[in-house]
């Protein structure tokens, strides 16, 4: 990917194409993504078309940074990697991306928003 990918997006199924989803996601390479889409499908049985719109335009911006930031494309990290990568992909990103602090303890780690940050680190950390 370069940096001059389009930003994830959520696309609405068009009429008359035949689809068990309503909406599919598109990645910066303007491909579907089928993982995504199944995680916003599974999330449109439950919620609201307003907070489904919310969790994924709070999550999308990762998969974004996985795409474009250059360190992460040079160590090949994906979203579907090993959890250490993880975890790391996502802490760099809650500090670097979303200005959070963040302290790591030994089980667990304490994320903290900060005047930084958008008030859409809540909705991420709960996606």
């Keep these: ?16 194409v035949s689809s068990p989803y309503a909406c599919i996601v598109v990645g910066g390479d303007g491909m579907p993504h089928l993982a995504l889409t ?5 999330l449109q049985q439950d919620l609201t078309d307003g907070a489904v719109r919310t969790y994924a335009n709070a999550l999308l ?15 090949a990290d994906r979203w579907d ?6 975890r790391e992909s996502v802490r760099d990103y809650l500090m670097l991306r979303l200005g959070c602090k963040v302290r790591l303890y030994e089980s667990h780690a304490l994320v903290k928003h900060t005047a930084q940050s958008p008030a859409t680190v809540r909705v991420f950390l709960l996606c």
């Design 81 to 86: 990697g090993p959890p250490e990568v993880v």
């Design 1 to 16: 990917m370069t940096e001059e990918s389009k930003p994830f997006r959520l696309v609405p199924r068009p009429e008359g």
């Design 38 to 42: 199944t995680f916003v499908s599974d």
């Design 61 to 75: 911006p990762y998969f974004r940074y996985l795409e474009t930031d250059h360190w992460r494309r040079q160590r």
